[in-house]
C-alpha cells in the first residue's frame, strides 16, 4: 500500500501521495485529452488539475495506484475510429486497466468496502438494461461501453469512478504496476478462447496468435496452455521468439519474412491472386505462411483457432490457414478496418470469422482466477513513471514498445518488486 504522506485537510496531493484511506480530496492530477489537442499520443495527453467525481449509489471512488497501458489510450487520443469526447462534453481521461484503494462506495454498494485493494475490470453497463436484467450477455446490450475508451472517466487520474461490478480483489503477491497490466488485454484474450461454444479452446487445439509478444499476445500464449492447447506466434523480429515459447508458444512466425500483407487482390485479378498465394521478389506468400505452420508443428495441421487484430493487413491469410470447421476470432482492426476476405473459404470449408470485444464478469472471474492462482502472469516489461505517460503511449503508437504489458506509476510512490515471466 502507498505510504500514507499527507494530512486529510488537503484539497490537491502531489502524485505519489496519498490522503488517509477514505478521505477524498476536492481537486486531483490527470492525463486529459481534449477534442481540439486530437493527435499523436505526445500531443493529445496533457495533464490538468480537475475536479474528483462525485460517486452515484452503484459506484465505486478508487484511488489509483498505477494503471495500465494499451492501444485504448493511443485510440482516444487520436479521436479515432471514435470521438470519444461526447457532444456537449469538455474533455475525455483514457485508462481502461487499474488497481488501487477503495476511498469511497454508494450506498448500493456491497462488494467491497473502503480499503479494499482491488483491480479494475474495463467494461460498464447499465444494469437496468432489459437485456441484461433478463440475464444475457452485458457485452451484447447497447449501454455496454470500454471504461476509459467509450467512458469518460479512466485510470489516469488519482481517482477514477467505476461501477461496483469492476472492482475485482488485487492479487497479493503482484505489485501495484503488475495488477494494474494485465485485466485488459487478459479479458479479451480469455473471451476469444473461451467465450464462443462449439469455438471455444479445447486440449490439443492449435492456436495461431498475432501479435504474439504484445498484450493481448502474451495473455492469449498462457491462456491457451492453461488449456491443454497448442499455441504459435507471430512475431515482427526473431528476439521476440523467445519470450513467446516462455509463455508456452512452441514456435513462432517472423512475418517479415513474407510479403503479401494488405489488401488481398480481387478475384478477377488473377495475376494479383497469384502472387498473394505464392509471393514475388524473394519473400513468400500465403501459401508459404501456412507452411511455416506445419513446419513448427512437425504436420500438415492448421490452427482451429486464430487469435486477430491486424484487421485489414492479415485477415485474409487467417482465414486462409484457418482449420476447415474453425474459427478466426478479432479483436480489432490495427492495420485497418475494411479487410477483404474470400468467401469462398468461408462458406466451402465452413469456417467461422466471430468479433470479439472485451468480455463480461465471468470472463473477468476466469483471467483473474488464474493470474490470483499464479497460472498466468501479468507479464509486465517496463514501467514507467507518470510524466512519461505520453511517451509511453507514442511506444505503442509507432510499435516500438517492449514485448509484454506495461504499466505507469500513478499514486505508487516507487516501482514495487517485479514478478517473473514463466
Known amino acids: 500500500m502507498s505510504t500514507l504522506t499527507a494530512t486529510a485537510t488537503q484539497t490537491l496531493y502531489d502524485i505519489g501521495e496519498s490522503p488517509p484511506v477514505g478521505q477524498v480530496p476536492e481537486r486531483m492530477h490527470a492525463w486529459v485529452i481534449r477534442r481540439e489537442r486530437y493527435g499523436e499520443p505526445l500531443q493529445s495527453f496533457q495533464t490538468e488539475m480537475i475536479d474528483v467525481p462525485e460517486i452515484g449509489d452503484g459506484e465505486v471512488l478508487v484511488h489509483v495506484m ?4 494499451n492501444y485504448n489510450g493511443v485510440w482516444a487520443g487520436r479521436g479515432k475510429p471514435l470521438d470519444v469526447i461526447p457532444r456537449g462534453g469538455k474533455f475525455h481521461i483514457a485508462g481502461t486497466d487499474g488497481s488501487g484503494i477503495v476511498y469511497q462506495v454508494g450506498k448500493e454498494v456491497t462488494n467491497v468496502q473502503v480499503g479494499d485493494e482491488v483491480v479494475l475490470g474495463g ?3 447499465d444494469p437496468n438494461c432489459p437485456l441484461v436484467r433478463a440475464g444475457e450477455d452485458p457485452c451484447f446490450s447497447k449501454t455496454y461501453h470500454i471504461y476509459g475508451y467509450e467512458a469518460s472517466w479512466g485510470s489516469f487520474a488519482q481517482f477514477t469512478l467505476v461501477q461496483a461490478h469492476q472492482c475485482f480483489p488485487k492479487p497479493p503477491h503482484l505489485s501495484w504496476e503488475a495488477a494494474a497490466a494485465y485485466l485488459g488485454s487478459g479479458l479479451t ?22 501479435g504474439a509478444a504484445g498484450g493481448l499476445g502474451c495473455q492469449a500464449h498462457q491462456i491457451a496452455r492453461e488449456a491443454g492447447a497448442i499455441s504459435i506466434g507471430v512475431v515482427s523480429d526473431d528476439s521476440k521468439i523467445e519470450f513467446c515459447k516462455r509463455l508456452g508458444a512452441i514456435g513462432c512466425i517472423n512475418r517479415t519474412h513474407f510479403g503479401h500483407w494488405g489488401q488481398v487482390p480481387h478475384w478477377t485479378d488473377s495475376a494479383g491472386f497469384k502472387k498473394w498465394l505464392k509471393g514475388e521478389g524473394g519473400k513468400g506468400g500465403a501459401h508459404a505462411f501456412r507452411k511455416s505452420i506445419w513446419q513448427i508443428l512437425g504436420e500438415k495441421r492448421n490452427p482451429r483457432i486464430v487469435i486477430e487484430h491486424a484487421g485489414e493487413d492479415t485477415i485474409a491469410t487467417s482465414v486462409l490457414v484457418c482449420d476447415n470447421g474453425g474459427m478466426v476470432v478479432t479483436c480489432a482492426g490495427t492495420s485497418g478496418y475494411s479487410p477483404i476476405v474470400d468467401l469462398r473459404y468461408l462458406w466451402m470449408r465452413q469456417k467461422r470469422l466471430q468479433g470479439s470485444h472485451a468480455g463480461n464478469l465471468d470472463d473477468i472471474r476466469g483471467i483473474n482466477d488464474l493470474v490470483m492462482a499464479k497460472r498466468v502472469d501479468p507479464c509486465l516489461s517496463k514501467t514507467f513513471p507518470w510524466k512519461e505517460l505520453p511517451q509511453a503511449h507514442q511506444l505503442m503508437a509507432d510499435n516500438r514498445h517492449p514485448p509484454g504489458n506495461m504499466a505507469v506509476l500513478v499514486s505508487a510512490p516507487e516501482p514495487g518488486l517485479g514478478v517473473s515471466v514463466r
Open 66 to 69: 498505477a494503471a495500465g497501458l
Open 189 to 210: 484474450s480469455y473471451r476469444m478462447l473461451h467465450r464462443w461454444g462449439e469455438h471455444a479452446v479445447r486440449p490439443g487445439d492449435v492456436v495461431l496468435i498475432w
Open 123 to 125: 467494461v460498464k453497463w
